[in-house]
């Protein structure tokens, strides 16, 4: 992490346990950069249970964040203990929320690391989406100018990697993470496993080692290791269950 510095742009990947860089999450709390701008697909608080089993959680760098650039905050699934997670930041002027969608947000990061001048799009046209961006009209549609993303960190998670850098991902663990890879201009990425050259065949490889510079391999013992990955898993649906049972038999009680 001594290649993150305050007021640095940050981008990851953020869907939930799939292939979010819990790991790097954290060292960048323990890092105590700020004044940071962070974008991600959501960003949402997570009960401290399930992130002691190994659940990432992006909000523990809110004391650190004076923007966030995302297509999804807040969520109702884990219930009112995230109701005001965000205080009165907004509102104090301390905290800028900037939204766009997931698409939007993706291919933003596509066109940073293609070295694009943005692209245009009909989502959020007549909208507050369009406030203080270009607007355009093409073949007699009306558009808006979406500006690239070139992260100064790209915080990524693989599940493998060779000495050189390159990344396997496993499954949807994939997301944004390859596309976030290009487009930074740091990549840290955080690994289940580092193997030697030559054990990952050519056809399998996503990110090349050139858009990465730092491998973190995550230590067998710790929360975010595969190894803690089905303790993990259990976690979340014993979690999830016993709201289910919770909102149940508040339901039933509401109808008497």
Known sequence: MAGVHDGDVIAAHYWGVAGSPGYLFRALVERGVKD???CFNNFLPIPERLREMGFADPTVLLPQVRKIVTAFIGTRVFGSMNADFLGTRVEDGTLEIESTTHGALIERLHAGAMGLGGFYSPVGVGTSVEKGKEKRVINGVEYILEEPLRPDVGLV???RADARGNLVYRGSARGANPIIAMASRYTIAEVFEVV???ELGPEEIV??????DRIVRIPDDDVYSLSRRPETIQGIV???LARLAEEATAAEGGGQ
């Open 238 to 240: 014993e979690f999830a």
């Open 196 to 198: 030697e050259l030559g």
């Open 36 to 38: 940071l701008t962070v």
């Open 157 to 159: 998670k693989a599940a």
């Open 207 to 212: 990110t090349p080692g050139v858009y990465v």
